[in-house]
């Protein structure tokens, strides 16, 4: 199974970028969606999630309100869109996939598959 997440640039302060992820190599609609993040010198920490069928999702406080996470089963892939950035979501974002996923699991622990990471910068 690998997933691939890109989207990630540099943007300033206020702007904003779309994450993906591309699932391949097996059944998308296993798993939830996880998106993480880690900032430098910094741990991993959760970030968003989305169930296997898209009804449910969930944030981390700091980004509620300006993130939404969504998926389409039918392209194999999760998004992330990402508004009114700060300087303070800068960082490596990951995707991860989990097919013990139930509302309110946040990992990091316990996932199946990891994307390689695509970095977000945002400039003050």
């Known amino acids: 199974v690998q997933l691939q997440a890109f989207g990630g640039g540099l943007v300033q302060a206020g702007g904003s970028l779309r994450l993906s992820c591309a699932v391949s190599g097996s059944t998308f609609s296993d798993y939830g969606m996880i998106w993480f993040r880690q900032a430098p010198g910094k741990e991993r920490e959760f970030v968003a999630a989305?169930?296997?069928?898209?009804?449910?999702?969930d944030y981390v406080d700091s980004v509620k309100g300006r993130f939404t996470i969504s998926r389409d089963n039918a392209k194999n892939t999760v998004y992330l869109q990402m508004n009114t950035l700060k300087p303070e979501d800068t960082a490596v974002y990951y995707c991860?996939?989990?097919?013990?996923?139930?509302?309110?699991?946040?990992?990091?622990?316990?996932?199946?598959?990891w994307g390689k990471g695509t970095l977000v910068t945002v400039s003050s």
């Open positions: 989305i169930s296997r069928g898209g009804i449910s999702t």
């Open positions: 991860a996939a989990d097919s013990e996923y139930r509302d309110g699991r946040r990992g990091p622990g316990g996932m199946d598959y």
